[in-house]
């Protein structure tokens, strides 16, 4: 099958970004990863790990972008080194009466900007998130309302005579076992995911993030094959 439409893939490595990638690739794009370097903790480990996601779902470019404001502005426990990522007890991981501590500050919104500046340039049709319910709880900028409004600003966004990419959220109505059980319906590399708030080299295991990863696992009723310390 000759692929002709492309997808700009938006990937920190995690799962809902790589089930996302992996839709656009049965889908029928051409893929071309974008990641983003915002002095998040555990940089180094996305970074490898969205560059061997990659290279397995056979994307045709990988287009990396620093945004250092984010770090410098600080805001969050996972940009500003005098702040604690919450782990274990400290996890409220269905609290929806607090931000929690780990939130960036407009971090989807920055994020797709740049994104979608590249989509324009590429000429790209899509851009493929791994935005969902599960996030969706705490941060509203994964809810299917953040997606059409971004999309109505991008139409007059990019200019007159560039293609329109849409942003697609194909797991947005899903919660993480849902979205686990998605993943193994499509065959995405779940395996080679990275989820960890705390960038060490194996997944910590108490963070919120690695607590949403075994949840997940363990409500899909999956094996989760994740190597963690704790
Ligand atoms: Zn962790």
Known sequence: MARTKIA??????????TVAATIASQEGYNLYFFHASYGQRAEACEKETVEIIARYLGAKELKFVEIPFLKELGGSALTDAKRTVPVGEEVHLDSDKETPPTW?????LILLA????????IGADALFVGFNAEEARSYPDN??????RYNT????AVASFSRVPSVKAPLVHLLKPEIIKKGMEVKAP???????????EKHCGICASCLHRR?????????DLTEYIR
């Open 8 to 17: 700009v893939c938006v990937c920190s490595g995690g799962i809902d970004s």
């Open 104 to 108: 960036v500050p407009c971090r989807n």
């Open 114 to 121: 740049h994104a979608s500046a590249y989509a324009e340039v």
């Open 143 to 148: 809810e299917a309302e953040f997606v059409k």
């Open 153 to 156: 600003v991008l139409e007059k």
């Open 190 to 200: 779940l395996l080679l995911t990275y989820s960890c708030y705390l960038g060490e």
């Open 215 to 223: 949840r997940g696992f363990k409500d899909a009723g999956v094996v």
